[in-house]
Nanobody, 124 residues
């Protein structure tokens, strides 16, 4: 059974940091493009970052430029996102997802498997 489980969300002050992790089971994460998305209340799901099997990343530059770093740990079958300098516009439910594509994808429709999400809240 394919499963993605996110962890690491919580409440942080503006300017602070959080590290989200996504543990995969039921499949080998290294074979997939892995992505992070976020969704705030009343808004569409937004691409945050993705990483391919080689470890090459791509980011939603406008939203997270220079602040977020995605990484993968194939040995642990996990993907992480380090979020620094968090802003009041960053709060959302953050989801990790797996795509069967061999190319980095930004659309949520290109991702087949999703975690349940983890809440990130930023206080000003």
């Amino acid at each position: 059974q394919v499963q993605l489980v996110e962890s690491g969300g919580g409440l942080v002050q503006a300017g602070g940091s959080l590290r989200l992790s996504c543990a995969a089971s039921g499949f080998t994460l290294s074979s997939y493009v892995m992505g992070w998305f976020r969704q705030a209340p009343g808004k569409e799901r937004e691409f945050v970052a993705a990483i391919n099997w080689r470890g090459a990343p791509t980011y939603n530059t406008d939203a997270v430029k220079g602040r977020f770093t995605i990484s993968r740990d194939n040995a642990k079958n996990a993907v992480n996102v380090q979020m620094n300098s968090l802003k009041p516009e960053d709060p959302a439910v953050y989801y990790c997802a797996a795509s069967l594509s061999s190319v980095l994808r930004r659309s949520p429709y290109e991702y087949s498997y999703w975690g349940q999400g983890t809440q990130v809240t930023v206080s000003s």
